[in-house]
């Protein structure tokens, strides 16, 4: 057998301990048994029979699951299946101070894109409360607001609102898991730089168009006012 060959061969060898092999199927044998939140788990002794592995493998894998929030243990019924959040371990790992710069616009950029599909949401969902608390908080928006740079207190204050309106838990739980990594990009120096935008909107016209226009409309607007940040990473 050639080098080539011999290569070819080891790349194929799983690598994969018992433990993560167990862990996989016990996801699996949970679907496969059609079970739902809140359902009892099999006891470790019968998973261990049916695996054919040790309960101390089977107590292991269980352990990674809950440790990812798929599982949890109630009280005078043992193991039962939950409903993950599924942010929990990217919030342990999403720490501004250690990654790389690369990661850090990677991230901002999903940001301007999650917020530039969010207008059918606003639409539907938005409320005369929510349009009076908008309005109160570009009281304070300079009027030349597309000469100004980056302000972190105004995007944090009017996106977040936005985010809220949108009704959806998991965008408002990732904005506000986000926030550190936004101050991080903002205090670091890469969004700083004066970019003037001969069409940007400012929060004030977005208000105005969620007050009387249409979820297009807004779209285009919200790519208007973004083109600032748009223009500075490209």
Do not use: C, W
Request: aromatic share 6%; net charge neutral; no cysteine.
């Amino acid at each position: 057998m050639d080098k080539a060959s011999f290569k070819e061969k080891l790349s194929t060898v799983d690598t994969s301990s018992l433990v993560d092999k167990v862990e996989m199927k016990l996801i699996d044998l949970f679907m496969n048994k059609g079970l739902k939140v809140g359902d009892a788990l099999p006891k470790e002794v019968e998973l261990a029979e049916i695996l054919g592995v040790s309960r101390t493998v089977i107590r292991e894998a269980m352990l990674r699951l809950r440790m990812v929030g798929l599982i949890e243990s109630k009280k005078h019924r043992g193991a039962v299946l939950t409903n993950p959040d599924l942010l929990s371990p990217l919030k342990k790992s999403l720490h501004p101070n250690i990654l790389a710069e690369k990661t850090l616009r990677d991230i901002f950029e999903m940001r301007l894109v999650l917020e530039l599909g969010m207008a059918d949401l606003l639409f539907a969902r938005v409320t005369a409360a929510d349009i009076e608390a908008l309005e109160e908080i570009v009281e304070t928006e300079p009027v030349k607001a597309d000469s100004t740079i980056f302000n972190i207190t105004d995007e944090i204050a009017f996106h977040g609102k936005l985010y809220e309106i949108s009704g959806n838990q998991t965008l408002k739980d990732f904005q506000h898991m986000l926030l550190p990594v936004f101050q991080y990009v903002h205090t670091s120096g890469m969004l700083t730089e004066p970019v003037h935008s001969k069409s940007f909107i400012s929060h004030r016209g977005l208000v105005d168009i969620l007050k009387v226009g249409t979820p297009e409309v807004f779209r285009n607007a919200m790519r208007k006012h973004l083109d600032n940040h748009f223009s500075r990473l490209f």
